[in-house]
């Protein structure tokens, strides 16, 4: 029998016996195709529930797995696990790249997704989604973040309705209302508290470690608790990750727990955190303040973590902490819902934040659940510690009935919101999935939501008037009740875009044929998006120079200043404080100068430069599609810019591989300044430039015509 090659694949691959949740899993139907929600801890097993209902019904023959994520990180995790563990089968990713329909996935067996890049997928009609039969959804509590939450939602429905044979697996941290998530999927509900590390919840305060009734002394020589419980934890030969609500904070404390750390390690372990020191510092072409910090807390075995960093620093700080190279890692949030790092102790310093609508607020009992998880090493720790630090007798007794003692929040639908119908309803329009205003209102009857509330009358009222916007603005027609898309409305559902952006981005190209037209035009067209926020924060001391710089840039914006009391008036002055930003980086202003000046980390950067490239083909999509002559090659242009932060005349030098916007910088200013002159400059004068390693490989590619690095792109700008 099939059930039976499955649990024997496990058990060759070391899991002898199965755990708690997955016998339950298995006793409630999970190999007769039975739908299941399963409410466990951190590293309870519950990927291997997953694991167990894909292969079952990959072994016989009903179709593809689909593995949903919330995040990139976890993906390329995920892809690299289920490579090793499953040779037998194609594995794919896809992330990223909102415009495909990833065709090549028809000949994957099992394919790890994001939740966005999934719906995106559904948008371009991929036609292998009829194949899936299997549906993992990891973090699935996600569903209450406004953020993700509605895509997931959202895409789930769709899911359920266009492949309703498929087996739903929804894997989620312990929730209170796991019964009313389970109801909507049609699923049977697996709940379980096991762990196979026993998890200890303490309060310190003051040298001691409270454990409910039992207390236990620190050593506390330290004036600062995270020193004496940094102290503490490498007596015992472990680790600790601290939890901040910050960047600024990790990064503050790992500078103080430098000398601390330092006095534990061996002789061979700082000959290794030498490597890894100058691997972290050369990250970037030209090394910033920050990765200078970073890298002399790694000499010292402790590391900062957060999403300012390089995705190839994080890379090196996770490897080298899961090797128990790093000792300690001061952390923001994003951590703990990302890829998998135990350690023996966590400690959630900071259990307020700041908010903008509540000031400093506690966080969610679900977060401190989602920290807490962290604690414990399957494999190597009998048992895991989570600490929170508590600085009187009230606070620590307000923590424990919080926190130690508390429930998780229910998770609640976040789909009620207008922005987010808007993006979804378009695109159920232009997918098909409604042809209709009474269709569209069937379909959110059937989501998470509805379940919820019980009826969806609110929501009814705001997609009339958003179905009438999307005819106003020529998105969709309406014949005899009948709906719609237009050409331009799937287009923008297709770019994955908000249709009020897809609205204004038509209506400032438009401008563009009567006003003064250049980069800063498009820079701030993009960045005043709802996609690109949050723009960069203005201070009151820089917002009359900036007021005086706008009137400068007057005549080449293409939307106009609105009045100071307007509601919109902040958003169109910060996006211009971030285009700014970005005229910088064009500039080729250094990582260091704009995390100086503009409070942007080179990983922010990063992310902003992804997030505006996004914006900015789709309006160049949009404007081949609206046969706006110029326009295109522009954006092309600026784009292409954007993607290196160099001046138009470096364009050139970065056909070759290797070359970047520092090196084809000092090219041009030894007088290298096209392809011509790089083919006859001599190894040695190119050696003298560019070092002896790249100097040679770039005289190397014009021996053998193989000019590789944006070829594309740059025959695509010439035309």
């Known amino acids: 029998m099939v059930k039976e090659k499955v649990l024997k694949f496990f058990e060759d691959r070391g899991f002898i016996e199965l755990r708690p949740p997955q016998k339950l899993a298995v006793e ?64 794919g990713l896809s992330v990223g790249d909102y415009d495909s329909g990833d065709e090549w996935l028809s000949n994957h067996d099992i394919i790890i997704s994001s939740f966005e890049k999934m719906d ?22 996600l569903i209450t973040d406004p953020g993700r939450g509605p895509t997931l939602e959202v895409l789930l429905t769709k899911l359920k309705k266009i492949i309703p044979r498929a087996q739903f697996i929804a894997l989620s941290a312990t929730i209170s209302n796991a019964e009313e998530l389970s109801l909507w999927l049609d699923a049977e509900l697996v709940k379980s508290d096991y762990r196979p590390v026993k ?46 609500s910050s960047r600024r904070n990790a990064e503050s404390l790992a500078r103080k727990l430098k000398s601390v750390v330092k006095t534990f390690l061996t002789s061979s372990e700082k000959q290794e955190l030498e490597k890894l020191s100058d691997k972290v510092l050369n990250a970037l072409e030209s090394p910033t303040t920050q990765c200078k ?79 807490s998880g962290r604690a414990g090493r399957p494999g190597y720790d009998e048992d895991g510690q989570a600490l929170c630090i508590a600085r009187s007798d009230e606070e620590r007794e307000e923590i424990f009935e919080r926190y130690v003692f508390g429930d998780s929040e229910e998770i609640l639908s976040k789909l009620g919101v207008e922005p987010v119908l808007r993006m979804h309803s378009l695109s159920l329009i232009a997918s098909l999935f409604a ?56 287009r923008i559902s297709e770019l994955y875009l908000d249709p009020l ?37 203005v201070k009151d001391a820089e917002f009359l120079e900036l007021q005086s710089m706008l009137e400068e840039f007057s005549d080449v914006l293409l939307e106009d200043e609105p009045s100071p009391w307007d509601y919109s ?11 700014l930003m970005f005229s910088d980086w064009l500039d080729e202003k250094g990582e260091d100068y704009l995390m100086e000046k503009w409070r942007v980390p080179p990983g922010q950067l990063r992310v902003k430069l992804y997030k505006i490239d996004w914006v900015l083909y789709s309006a160049q999509e949009l404007a081949k599609l609206l046969k ?92």
């Not at 044929?513 to 960045?527: D, I, N, P, V």
């Open 435 to 490: 042809r209709s205003r009474e269709e569209l209102a069937k379909f959110f009857g059937q989501t998470f939501y509805a379940k919820q509330y019980g009826n969806i009358q609110e929501i009814e009222s705001k997609l009339d008037k958003i179905v009438d916007e999307f005819v106003e603005w020529g998105f969709a027609t309406e014949i005899d009740d009948k709906l719609q898309a237009t050409l331009i409305g799937k």
């Open 569 to 579: 008036f902040m958003s169109y002055v910060s996006a211009f404080k971030t285009s």
């Open 120 to 141: 995106s997928l559904m948008r371009h009609g991929a036609p292998w989604i009829f194949s899936i039969s299997t549906v993992i959804i990891d973090e699935c509590h």
């Open 28 to 91: 409630q139907g999970l190999f007769e195709g039975k739908n299941m929600v399963i409410a466990s801890p951190t590293a309870s097993g519950k990927t291997l529930v997953a694991e167990m209902a894909f292969l079952h019904n990959l072994l016989k023959g009903k179709g593809k797995a689909l593995y949903l994520v919330p995040l990139r990180a976890l993906a390329f995790e995920k892809h690299e696990e289920f490579k090793k563990a499953y040779p037998q089968y194609k594995v």
């Open 628 to 719: 706006i002559r110029g326009v295109p090659s522009s954006i092309q242009r600026l784009r292409f810019r954007l993607k290196y932060g160099v001046k138009e005349e470096l364009l050139p030098l970065l056909k070759f591989k290797g070359v970047g916007r520092v090196r084809a910088r000092k090219l041009f200013n030894a007088g290298i300044k096209n392809v011509g002159g790089v083919k006859k400059a001599s190894l040695e004068k190119l050696e003298s430039i560019l070092g002896k390693v790249i100097g040679g490989k770039v005289k190397e590619q014009t021996l053998t015509g193989k000019e590789e690095k944006g070829l594309k792109e740059w025959t695509e700008l010439k035309s």
């Open 501 to 537: 952006t897809g609205r204004n981005l038509i209506q400032r190209l438009e401008r563009s044929k009567e006003k003064m037209f250049e980069g800063m035009s498009l820079l701030h067209m993009a960045c005043n998006t709802i996609e690109m926020k949050p723009s960069l924060y």
């Open 199 to 244: 998890l200890f919840k303490g309060v310190y305060q003051n040298g001691k470690i409270y454990f409910g009734n039992q207390e236990k002394k620190v050593d506390s020589a330290e004036n600062d608790p995270s020193a004496n419980l940094t102290k503490d934890t490498l007596s015992k030969k472990k680790q600790c990750i601290f939890f901040l």
């Open 293 to 371: 910090r970073l890298s002399e807390g790694v000499l010292s075995g402790v590391a900062f973590h957060h999403a300012g960093l390089m995705n190839s620093q994080r890379n090196l700080l996770q490897e080298a902490f899961k090797n128990r190279l790093l000792k300690i890692l001061c952390a923001t949030p994003t951590l703990a819902m990302g890829v998998n790092l135990p350690a023996w102790r966590v400690v959630i310093r900071d259990l307020k934040r700041y908010s903008t609508h509540h000031g400093m607020a506690w966080i969610p009992v679900l977060e401190y659940h989602q920290f």
